[in-house]
């Protein structure tokens, strides 16, 4: 009799326990870091890509299952789709930064693990830069069928960086639209959370 209430406890503890580490993991961008006090291409593209982050952070929290099947029409992209197009974009930017080639394949992951690849992406991406890589070492390889198809960071930052920009805002206006906006609090022009 005992061990059937230790299965009990374990089976309505379990989920208890999981969602406190999960809400415990601190991800990247809930916030942004102080600025540089000095400007430079690299500080401000850093700068670019954490306000990228901070959106997606808020774009993408508190989401529901239902949200994920939002579409604004038949022929649009879902909420999930979005986030899955982004997750991608993100893979290029840090192969960019990193100067790897681009596979072109991702992989398949829960939205939960999606959210995270984006976030820890970013930061990634951020850190090498801070590191000290510049930008002009920087290539975004595309393989192809003559070998591969190099291009400078300029292609980044009117590329992957503002497409994906440009679709936090998207998920922004599907949230609204599916009834769950984006919470309170976060100043996108300070990218600090009003307390």
Same mark, same amino acid.
């Given at each position: 009799?005992?061990?059937?209430?230790?299965?009990?406890?374990?089976? $309505?503890?379990?989920?208890?326990?999981?969602?406190?580490?999960?809400?415990?993991?601190?991800?990247?961008?809930?916030?942004? &870091?102080?600025?540089?006090?000095?400007?430079?291409?690299?500080?401000? #593209?850093? +700068?670019?890509?954490?306000? *990228?982050?901070?959106?997606?952070? @808020?774009?993408?929290?508190?989401?529901?299952?239902?949200? *994920?099947?939002?579409?604004?029409?038949?022929?649009?992209? &879902? $909420?999930?789709?979005? %986030?899955?197009?982004?997750?991608?974009?993100?893979?290029?930017?840090?192969?960019? %930064?990193?100067?790897?080639?681009?596979?072109?394949?991702?992989?398949?992951?829960?939205?939960?693990?999606? +959210?995270?690849?984006?976030? *820890?992406?970013?930061?990634?991406?951020?850190?090498?830069?801070?590191?000290?890589?510049? *930008?002009?070492?920087?290539?975004?390889? $595309?393989?192809?069928?003559?070998?591969?198809?190099?291009?400078?960071? @300029?292609?980044?930052?009117?590329?992957?960086?503002?497409?994906?920009? @440009?679709?936090?805002?998207?998920?922004?206006?599907?949230? +609204?639209?599916?009834?769950?906006?984006?919470?309170?609090?976060?100043?996108? $022009?300070?990218?600090? #959370?009003?307390?």
């Amino acid at each position: 009799m005992r061990n059937i209430y230790g299965k009990l406890a374990a089976l $309505f503890l379990f989920p208890i326990i999981v969602y406190s580490q999960r809400a415990n993991e601190q991800l990247p961008f809930r916030e942004i &870091s102080d600025y540089p006090e000095v400007y430079s291409a690299e500080s401000v #593209v850093t +700068r670019l890509i954490e306000g *990228l982050g901070f959106r997606f952070y @808020w774009a993408t929290e508190t989401i529901k299952d239902e949200d *994920l099947l939002y579409k604004p029409s038949e022929s649009g992209r &879902s $909420f999930g789709d979005t %986030v899955n197009h982004i997750y991608s974009l993100s893979n290029v930017i840090l192969n960019g %930064v990193l100067s790897q080639p681009n596979s072109g394949s991702a992989e398949e992951l829960s939205f939960e693990a999606k +959210r995270k690849a984006v976030l *820890l992406n970013l930061q990634k991406a951020i850190d090498v830069i801070n590191e000290g890589k510049k *930008l002009d070492e920087m290539k975004t390889v $595309f393989p192809s069928s003559n070998g591969t198809n190099e291009f400078p960071f @300029w292609n980044q930052i009117n590329g992957p960086i503002s497409d994906a920009i @440009w679709h936090c805002g998207q998920l922004v206006v599907m949230r +609204r639209a599916s009834g769950n906006p984006i919470p309170s609090g976060p100043s996108f $022009f300070n990218g600090k #959370v009003r307390q």
